[in-house]
């Protein structure tokens, strides 16, 4: 297979160095990890392997199809959407068992007679049963490993994180349920009460930071690079790009990089990033296109066809500049990507 001109430089290291760290903020907690979305966008088996390795236990996918591509690992995997009609033909996935969501899906799952997890609402109104449906028993007899709940606002300082804690803390044997999990990646930073038996950190592995406890702890994982296919010369008041958006001041030297908008470099971007050749900064010029960006490179004269240059993708800087949550960021990178470990 032909070489991408586009990779992801993804340093495990620090990916293990994350999760380890998430792992000490999680105290007597357990700390698993979510892998769903393709690892992130850095490919979930990658990422599982490397974190198993370091000791953890507990992955979190969205679908079966992402389960399925665990198998080979031997992990244990929680399919966070729960079991389809559609999904019964998957069950039996070495190592994976569904997150139940609904009283329906409760009820498909009795049929099956396996181990479960199941999520309880307590605030946010997207996915679990609701507390008063516990208590009614909708849940009994069911053999629950996991009882999960979802934090609506932890990268805040928001009122309603107490009150989901309370309510999920006072399912504690309600079920049975013998782990108790609430805290995202955001969660785990917002102390011991929050932990539960099980985390379930996602952002903060892979290089995000939502919280002051993160900072200065959890590294930087990703770096997109891609290689110039054209160093031209722009002459002053010439244009750069759709619709004339940067003219030069002028005469410079310009490179065409071989990212755009459809790789996930979005149009955000456009004469706001910055690429890096080394410790030389190079500023993005005019708009992005699908395929293409243009950098200002007077300051790199060595630079020329064929060579690499990395984006700038430090994830909460670069999410304050686009305006795009780090999620989007991570996740909205694209399949030409190589994706590079080291």
């Not at 992801?8 to 760290?21: P, Y």
């Not at 060595?302 to 994830?315: A, F, K, M, N, T």
């Amino acid at each position: 297979m032909t070489a991408s001109p586009l990779r992801l430089r993804i340093d495990g290291d620090a990916l293990v160095s994350n999760w380890r760290a998430l792992d000490r903020m999680s105290g007597t907690a357990a700390c698993g990890a979510a892998v769903k979305a393709n690892g992130y966008g850095l490919g979930a088996p990658e990422v599982a392997k490397r974190l198993a390795a370091a000791g953890c236990r507990d992955f979190f996918v969205a679908t079966w199809a992402e389960a399925a591509e665990l198998a080979p690992l031997g992990v244990s995997v929680s399919v966070l959407h729960g079991v389809r009609a559609e999904d019964l033909a998957s069950v039996g996935i070495a190592g994976a068992r569904p997150v139940l969501n609904t009283a329906e899906q409760v009820r498909r799952w009795r049929e099956v007679g396996e181990p479960c997890d199941v999520m309880v609402d307590t605030g946010m109104n997207r996915l679990g049963v609701s507390p008063e449906e516990i208590a009614d028993g909708l849940l009994d007899g069911l053999e629950i490993e996991t009882l999960l709940s979802h934090l609506a606002s932890a990268d805040e300082d928001s009122p309603l994180n107490a009150r989901q804690r309370d309510a999920f803390a006072a399912l504690a044997g309600r079920t049975s349920a013998k782990r108790m999990s609430l805290a995202n990646s955001a969660g785990i930073a917002l102390g011991a009460d929050y932990a539960f038996d099980l985390t379930r950190p996602g952002i903060a592995l892979y290089g995000g930071i939502q919280r002051e406890a993160h900072g200065g702890v959890i590294r930087q994982v990703v770096t997109p690079q891609a290689q110039i296919l054209q160093r031209r010369r722009v002459l002053a008041g010439e244009c750069v790009g759709y619709n004339a958006t940067f003219r030069a001041p002028a005469d410079m030297d310009v490179a065409i990089l071989n990212i755009g908008y459809a790789d996930g470099y979005l149009r955000c971007f456009s004469g706001k990033g910055r690429a890096w050749a080394g410790d030389t900064e190079l500023a993005v010029l005019g708009r992005i296109s699908m395929d293409l960006t243009a950098v200002g490179v007077d300051a790199a004269p060595e630079l020329g066809e064929g060579d690499w240059v990395s984006l700038d993708y430090d994830l909460p800087a670069t999410s304050a500049l686009s305006g795009l949550s780090q999620y989007e960021l991570l996740t909205g990178l694209g399949r030409r990507f190589d994706r590079v470990w080291g």
